[in-house]
């Protein structure tokens, strides 16, 4: 599930943390998904804390400007994720050539993004192991992006 969720984990992040105690329950009540979420994640903010050492804990930091790309790169993958999935459940009901002529020219820039990523990692020395890991992250989104790309375009 946190594969899944890892392009809505600043907006969820903000969310969680900025919303008051009583307008938080109130979306939990409304939203279970919310609150199985929350769960989760403390549950693995729990784990981690008790380890003794992560196995990253040695890597240095993201640059700046890699972190403001790949922070980019996780929120409009999930918006791209959204934005096509909601034409496809929503395809029946109503003509979206709009939606789908918009969904297509941000998926057409996701893509050009994130094919730069890996070189991007690279020209900031960032190093392998931190490259190899960002990549697991972001590989199994861009299946999912295009997966559903093609399912709008297919019809």
């Avoid at 105690?21 to 804390?49: H, I, N, Q, T, V």
């Avoid at 009901?93 to 820039?109: A, F, K, P, T, Y």
């Avoid at 730069?116 to 999912?144: D, H, S, W």
Wanted: glycine share 4%.
């Amino acid at each position: 599930m946190l594969e899944q969720m890892v392009g809505h984990i600043l907006d969820l992040q903000w969310l969680w943390s900025t919303v008051s105690d009583e307008k938080l329950m109130s979306l939990c009540r409304e939203y279970p998904a919310l609150y199985r979420y929350g769960l989760l994640m403390e549950e693995a903010a729990e784990a981690e804390s008790k380890k003794a050492k992560t196995s990253y804990g040695h890597l240095p930091p993201l640059p700046d400007s890699v972190k403001a790309t790949v922070a980019q790169l996780l929120t409009e993958g999930a918006t791209i994720e959204r934005g096509l999935q909601t034409i496809i459940d929503g395809r029946e009901q109503r003509d979206m050539w709009l939606e789908i002529e918009i969904m297509d020219s941000h998926h057409e820039h996701w893509v050009t993004q994130f094919a730069g990523l890996a070189n991007l990692l690279r020209t900031a020395n960032v190093p392998r192991e931190t490259q190899v890991m960002i990549m697991r992250i972001f590989k199994p989104m861009a299946q999912r992006i295009n997966y559903l790309h093609a399912q709008v375009f297919a019809k």
